[in-house]
């Protein structure tokens, strides 16, 4: 069955510092893979997705993620972090045979000053 | 503009009453979910509809109840047999289009049984 591994549950980070937050999964033959954002007490947001193609894909807020099939990875990077990126950060994969998402338990970024 | 809107935002409750959760969408998605999410542990499944009049359990289905009268809402009920159910409630929609198509989410509901 497909799993996804978030490695680290908090990533603490200086302002304006680079991040990567890494993400994991089980070996598919096709797979979709998602991050979303999720901000204090609110629902989740989509930030990028991988369908095909291009292995780097840009997303919302300046993040971008690249797709590594031999290593099944989907990392997660930001190259100057901002206060306002504080959340937490879920990966999700979606296997291309059926539609169930399965995700990942989730990164805490948090910026200090 | 569409969305998807979670009421109320908070909760509270005695323990052995039933409590229903509301979830609306207008965004014409015919998929909606229901997530519970604890701390340290993700987002779990508790039930989710791909039509109308028709819904399956997730992960985490038992004492809970959904309904699917209409394609924009979707309550969950959280029952008294619920045997740890304060937690925070997340509804989400998606197209069932392509299989790649992301979830939408509200701003959740935080659920406290005492």
């Known amino acids: 069955a497909q799993s996804v591994t978030q490695l680290d549950s908090q990533v603490p980070v200086f302002e304006e510092a680079p991040v990567e937050l890494r993400c994991n999964y089980s070996s598919s033959v096709s797979v979709y893979l998602f991050w979303y954002v999720q901000y204090p007490n609110q629902g989740l947001q989509l930030l990028l997705k991988y369908l095909s193609g291009s292995t780097l894909v840009k997303g919302i807020n300046g993040f971008e993620a690249e797709f590594n099939k031999s290593q099944t990875s989907f990392h997660l990077r930001k190259p100057s972090v901002h206060i306002s990126d504080t959340a937490e950060y879920f990966c999700?994969?979606?296997?291309?045979?059926?539609?169930?998402?399965?995700w990942g338990l989730g990164t805490s970024l948090a910026v200090n000053p | 503009d569409g969305g998807i809107t979670q009421s109320p935002k908070y909760l509270f409750r005695k323990e052995g009453q039933n409590v229903t959760l509301s979830c609306e969408q207008n965004l014409n998605h015919d998929a909606m979910y229901w997530y519970r999410q604890d701390p340290g542990q993700g987002l779990r499944l508790i039930y989710y509809?791909?039509?109308?009049?028709?819904?399956q359990k997730g992960d985490i289905a038992e004492g809970y109840s959904v309904s699917r009268e209409k394609k924009e809402s979707f309550p969950l009920t959280v029952t008294s047999a619920q045997k740890n159910p304060t937690a925070f409630y997340l509804c989400a929609s998606s197209s069932l289009d392509r299989a790649h198509s992301p979830l939408h989410f509200g701003n959740g509901t935080r659920l406290t049984v005492t």
């Open positions: 509809s791909q039509i109308v009049n028709d819904f």
């Open positions: 999700a994969v979606r296997d291309g045979n059926n539609r169930k998402l399965i």
